[in-house]
Structures are given as structure tokens and as C-alpha cells.
């Protein structure tokens, strides 16, 4: 246990964001303070992230779709911070990537998009089923060519979508909710909301509640 704080600790010391945060004490508490600092961002800290992500050699860009109990499970995980780094899934490329240190200040581009440094989280139990946003929106409701936003849990996604990968063993669930049914948006050109719920306390608990109230 000392080793997974540990662990988390230097990760959360690396990290540049609002320090709004609301971290529980409690023992009992199954959920990583990692997934619950994601959860506590502003959307504007959440989209402007310095610190890019890949979990097991895989550019995930955030760690918001990834279980990461699961990955530090009885001291199963731990944190590649040297370069250079192999690494999947950059540009659109499944090959292999090697990515160098970044020199001086001159910020590491993945995907377009600027950061001050990778993380690579590697857990050799944990397994993982990879897909984009694409790909979710695709199972919900194929080819379908109407704009679409992307929201995980509370945040919208406001760029670089592309460049996010979810665990789908981490989706809870999925929904999509049309432009046409919010009323100040009636009349406007038609777009739909793909939302995306994962696997947090929060959300396993409220769905234990509204399966428990449907038993009544």
C-alpha cells in the first residue's frame, strides 16, 4: 500500500493543474486519488493538460478511461518517466513510436497537441481493451454522420479527440443525447452528445441505487 501512494504521489507532484481538489481520507475508499483528481478538474484544466499519459505502451493522452486500482493492484504498476520511450498509437500509427526526451524547453507535440512530458504507466496484469471515442460512437450508432460532442463523466471534450483511448472493460455506460431535446438548442442545426460513463465509486454507486429503486 505505502508503494501505490508512493507511486501516485510522484505522478500528482508532476502534475500542472488547478489545485481544486478534493481528495478523501478514508481508508475504505477503493479509488485511486489519480482517477479522483481527474474528476475534480475544471474542464479547462482537464483539456490543457502539460502531462500526456500512455498506459502500457499506448498513448491514452489521460488516464480518465483507465482503471488504475486495477493497474496498481497489489503493487502491480509502476512509472516509466525515461526516455526514450516505445510507444503506440501516435499520429494514428498502431507501430511502435520512439519518443526522445524533449530538449530544454522545447515541449514535446503528440498528435499536434504541445506537452511538457509522457508518462508511461506500465502493469503487466492489467488487461486492457483500447478504444477511441470513434470507436464507442461507432457501437452506439454506426456510420452516422451528425457533429457529435464527447463528454467522459463530467467533462466535455473540447479538442484532440482523436488522441483519447478508454479502457471498454472501464465503460460503465454509454448514452447519446440529441441537440433536439435540450430546449435552448431547438431550432439550431442538430448535433448529438455522446456521453460516456466509466467505473468511478461515484458512478458504480448511483447505478446501484437506480437498479435498487427499480427492485422496489
Known sequence: MNFYRGL????????????????????????S???LH??????????????????????????????????FANGGGHIQKT?????????GDNAETVVEAPANDTPLVINGVEYKSLVNIVADDYNMELVSLNDIKKELYGEKDTPCVYMINKHIIFDDAESY??????????????????????????????????????????LKEKNAVRLR
Not at 479547462?44 to 486495477?70: C, E, P, R, T
Open 33 to 35: 486519488n489519480l482517477n
Open 83 to 91: 526516455y526514450p520511450m516505445k510507444i503506440k498509437g501516435i499520429n
Open 165 to 206: 483511448r478508454l479502457d471498454k472493460n472501464f465503460v460503465l455506460k454509454t448514452e447519446v443525447v440529441h441537440s433536439s431535446e435540450i430546449e435552448a438548442l431547438k431550432g439550431m442545426p442538430e448535433f448529438d452528445v455522446v456521453r460516456i460513463y466509466t467505473k468511478t465509486k461515484e458512478n458504480m454507486a448511483y
Open 38 to 71: 481527474t474528476q475534480c478538474m475544471y474542464d479547462s484544466d482537464f483539456n490543457h493538460q502539460d502531462l500526456g499519459y500512455a498506459v502500457n505502451g499506448w498513448f491514452v493522452k489521460s488516464l480518465i478511461g483507465v482503471d488504475m486500482d486495477a493497474m
Open 8 to 31: 501516485i504521489a510522484s505522478i500528482l507532484m508532476m502534475l500542472i493543474v488547478s489545485p481544486v481538489m478534493a481528495l478523501g481520507n478514508n481508508d475504505d475508499e477503493q479509488e
